[in-house]
């Protein structure tokens, strides 16, 4: 179904792995205040903790790799931001060319799973790979929309929106109230000021 996202079955790890690299890796502001910084090999750890094969084979040596891919994949939801889809999918085939999705089947914990990169790729390279096909076939389903950057004031995070209805503006319920208890006391200053 073109534009509808199937959120009982949700489960793209390419995506998300994305999602959870830039924010560790690429954005300069988080929840209304500057990005901290700290070990980024940890917050790469964190962002392939939904892959744990990937996680456990992380090198020292690949957090440049990393960095570089962050810094990629945020200038594809920038450009989505500024809904140019045409861009954003320039961008992801560019990674893809150079970084292609040769999926395979792999048996994990009695399970059968699509991987989609070569099965011998390097840590970056593989990742690349599935981070640019998970957004790539995101996009390529109708739902480029659904792909954001936090509306919030001083708060640069991205986000997959799976609400039913699509409506998602924020990266968390934080800026969400963030923004909301802002407006409540703007309002709440005009009236006083018009007293």
Known sequence: MTGQVQLDSYDDGGLLVAVATINALAIRHVFGRPAP????FEAIAQALA??????????????????????QLKEVFDDLDRDDVDAAAVRLNNLLT??????HLAKEQGRWRVHHHASDAELVPMATSICAEGIARFIGAGNAGRLGTCKATNCDRVYVDLSKNGSRRFCSTACQNRVKAAAFRERQSGLQAAE
């Open 37 to 40: 910084t700290g070990d980024e």
């Open 50 to 71: 939904i892959d744990p094969p990937s996680a456990a084979v992380l090198r020292a040596e690949d957090v440049p790799g990393f960095v570089v891919l962050a810094g």
């Open 98 to 103: 150079a970084h292609p999705a040769h999926p």
